[in-house]
């Protein structure tokens, strides 16, 4: 299994600033070392080195992340995970009308300009 570690000042400060507010709203204070830590993103993978570079590894985290924003916001808007059927092939066709119109408010809301994933 292949580990890497990245530094990067900057990138995080979104955890500093959730763990910042965190502290606050339970009148306590963020330590030095949650501060530090909170620069650093780990990933555990197990493809070798050879195949993938760091920055590609960042970049496939950053991609999984939005992926799992817009299922986030699929399931709670377009209730994707919900169904009153008993059969499998009806829960099947109606997922897929609920991806389909989903994708298809996802490109009315961006051709109107409107911001549809809130972080």
Known sequence: MSYVGNSSPGVGSGGKYKLKSEAKSKCKKVSERSL????WTVLCTNVPYELLTLEEAMTLIRIRWQIELLFKLWKSEGHIDESRSESSWRVLCELYAKLIVMV???????????????A
Do not use: E, N, P, T
């Open 36 to 39: 530090r830590l909170s620069d």
């Open 104 to 118: 298809i408010h996802h490109w009315i809301m961006q051709a109107i300009g409107k911001d549809l994933i809130v």
